[in-house]
């Protein structure tokens, strides 16, 4: 009787070291390219800004991100990716055609990040680009105050101006095209944005999703731009802003 508990002993001692040997592998298998959202934690939100592209998809280290194709001018708000290594490409959704690789990213995400693409430009005419943003690396406003930058991605490429309810601010002054300026620090409460050319400051953009804005305390807002300017219809000119933190 002895004998056989203590062989039983045995084996069990043995199998626990197998797995106390195996289970570093198993782990370490789990930190790769099919890494979760959770150990990630970085998202993304995706604006396809070009108003003749078909939707697209974007892919991360060869993977699809995201549940759903990115058609123009709809934010598809924050999602977490699945891989943060390269490349990052931009990629046509359409199932008729082949895929085609639109964009390159050169960036690399990091984890525990929140970041915007905004894809801007024309597919036609062969100047499709892009504007990836770090969303949430400025300091928090101090209390009662907000924290507001624009993104210029409209077409012509055209310097732009911004006031804040009737002034202009110098950081919002003659910015060009693809330009991410600097956050603006503004009290908590109700802005009305106007967008106009630097070239032509008496002409106000139509821009209605830029009117009654609220601002809230110790938030960040990007103010963006989108569309061509004089055109009137689904590719008009228009504006509009979003919440990173």
């Known amino acids: 009787m002895t004998i056989k508990n203590n062989k039983s002993y045995i084996f069990f001692l043995s199998l626990f070291a197998v797995f106390a040997v195996i289970m570093p592998f198993i782990s370490s298998c789990g930190k790769g390219g099919a890494a979760t959202s959770v150990g990630l934690n970085t998202q993304i939100e995706v604006l396809n800004l070009s108003p003749d592209l078909q939707p697209v998809n974007l892919y991360i280290n060869f993977l699809q991100q995201g549940t759903n194709s990115f058609s123009y001018s709809i934010n598809s708000g924050y999602f977490f990716v ?8 931009v990629r046509t959704a359409s199932t008729t055609t082949n895929t085609v ?21 024309l ?8 504007i990836l943003t770090r969303d949430d690396t400025a300091k928090t406003p101090r209390v009662g105050f907000g924290k507001l930058r624009f993104v210029n991605a409209s077409l012509p490429r ?18 060009p095209f693809k330009k991410v300026t600097n956050y603006v620090q503004l009290p908590a409460g109700i802005y009305t944005f106007q967008v106009t050319p630097t ?7 139509p821009t209605p999703g830029l009117q009654s804005i609220t601002i809230q305390d110790s938030r960040l807002y990007t103010l963006y731009t989108n569309g061509i300017v004089g055109r009137t219809d689904t590719s008009a000119f228009a ?6 933190r």
Do not use: C, E, R, W
């Open 123 to 130: 597919y036609l005419t062969d100047s499709l680009t892009y």
């Open 158 to 175: 055209t310097n732009l101006n911004i006031t804040v309810n009737g002034t202009l601010d110098s950081t919002f002054t003659n910015v």
């Open 199 to 205: 070239n032509s400051p008496s002409t106000i953009l």
């Open 101 to 121: 690789n639109l964009l390159n990213i050169d960036s690399l995400l990091l984890p525990n990040h929140k970041y915007s693409l905004f894809i801007t430009g």
């Open 82 to 89: 699945n891989s943060i290594d390269t490349p990052m490409q």
């Open 239 to 244: 504006g509009a802003v979003l919440t990173n």
